[in-house]
């Protein structure tokens, strides 16, 4: 069972199968078994499980690293910025989402 911090938000998964580039910003914690490359950033917990893959830059508020994982990246944990900071991504007007982005959305933000 992964660590959760006390945000209480649902967990964001990222599966194994699953390869992932950019940037992500969540204020969810995040489960990691499959591959993420680039700027990674929540406000909650990073756990990168058993077969996870993170490449590139790691910003959370907590990090748990589970045997069997590998990470290559700049790590920043406990991270000043409140969580509340996070909250501004979602004032931003992003207008329509396409379709096949309303689930990512949804998952991220927890908009509908």
Do not use: Q, Y
Request: aromatic residues 6%.
């Amino acid at each position: 069972m992964p660590f959760m911090s006390k945000t209480k938000e649902p967990l964001l998964e990222i599966h194994s199968g699953l390869v992932l580039k950019g940037e992500l910003s969540m204020v969810k914690d995040v489960l990691l078994t499959g591959k993420f490359e680039g700027e990674l950033r929540t406000a909650g917990c990073l756990t990168v499980a058993a077969g996870g893959t993170a490449i590139g830059s790691i910003e959370a508020g907590a990090l748990v690293l589970e045997p069997g994982n590998l990470v290559e990246a700049k790590v920043k944990v406990g991270s000043p910025t409140p969580a509340r900071a996070f909250d501004a991504v979602r004032k931003i007007s992003l207008g329509k989402w396409p379709s096949r982005l309303k689930k990512l959305k949804e998952l991220a933000f927890g908009w509908k």
